[in-house]
C-alpha cells in the first residue's frame, strides 16, 4: 500500500513521537511506500491565507473557498500546498498522529486540514461522502490523552471517546470520500511506566502489520 503519515508534536522525545518512528519503521519493514508530512519539523503555517496559492481570483477580497476553485483550475497552489495535496492524492491509507488536545486536534494539524482540504480538489461539485473525491481510500487517527481509559467512555469524566472524534470521523476524513478505520488511542502514556509504553508500541506494531485486511467502521452509528 502506499501510506501517508501525518504527525504533529512539539516534543521530539514524546510519546507522540515515538508511535510516529514506530508507524513508518512497521510499515516499511512490511513492504508499504510511506511518506510522511512531519508538521512540527515542516513548521507547517496553519494560517489560511493568500500564502496558499501563487494565482489570484479576487485580489480585493479575501476569500479561501473562492481562491482554492480557483486554484484548482489555474495550478495555483503554492508548491507547499501541492505537495501536501499531492500526497493525499497519492495514498491509498492517511495516518493522523496526535495528541488529543481540548477534544480536538491541535491547532497546527486542525490549519493543515483547513489549507490541504482545498475546495476544488479535496471536495465541491457534489463530491463529498460517498461521492468524495477520496472515496476508496481509507484513513485511520492515532492519538494520546491525557486522562484514562475509563474517563472517555459513555457516562464517563469527558464522554465517549467515538463522539468525541465524530467531527474528525465525519466532519472531516468522511466528508471527503475516506473510509475510516477504528481510532488507536494510547490512554495516559504520561501515566505509564516505560514498560507499559514499550508494550503499547508492541501492540500498534501488531496492528500496523494486519492493517491491510482492517475495514472500515460505521461512524455515522454513533
Known amino acids: 500500500m502506499k501510506i501517508l503519515i501525518v504527525y504533529w508534536h512539539p516534543e521530539p522525545k514524546s510519546f507522540n513521537a515515538a508511535l510516529f518512528q514506530k508507524t513508518h519503521e512497521t510499515l516499511i519493514a512490511a513492504g508499504h511506500e510511506v511518506k510522511t508530512s512531519n508538521l512540527f519539523e515542516m513548521q507547517f503555517d496553519p494560517v489560511s491565507s493568500r500564502e496558499s496559492f501563487t494565482s489570484v481570483k479576487d485580489p480585493e477580497y479575501f476569500k479561501p473557498q473562492l481562491e482554492e476553485l480557483h486554484a484548482s483550475k489555474e495550478n495555483g497552489f503554492s508548491p507547499e500546498i501541492e505537495t ?82 465524530r467531527p474528525i470521523h465525519r466532519g472531516m476524513l468522511q466528508f471527503v470520500g475516506f473510509d475510516v478505520l477504528a481510532p488507536h488511542v494510547v490512554y495516559g502514556p504520561a501515566r505509564l511506566s516505560e514498560e507499559e509504553r514499550e508494550l503499547q508500541l508492541l501492540k500498534y506494531g501488531e496492528r500496523l502489520r494486519g492493517i491491510e485486511k482492517e475495514a472500515a467502521i460505521e461512524v455515522g452509528m454513533y
Open 84 to 165: 501536501e495535496i499531492a500526497k493525499i492524492e497519492w495514498c491509498d491509507l492517511m495516518i493522523w498522529q496526535f495528541p488529543l488536545w481540548w477534544f480536538g486536534l491541535p491547532a497546527v494539524l486542525k490549519g493543515w486540514v483547513d489549507r490541504v482540504f482545498a475546495m476544488g480538489r479535496a471536495y465541491g461539485g457534489g463530491k463529498v461522502y460517498g461521492t468524495g473525491v477520496f472515496r476508496e481510500k481509507r484513513a485511520m487517527l492515532s492519538l494520546t490523552t491525557g486522562g484514562p481509559e475509563q474517563s472517555y467512555v459513555k457516562g464517563g469524566f469527558n464522554g465517549d471517546m467515538n463522539g468525541i472524534l
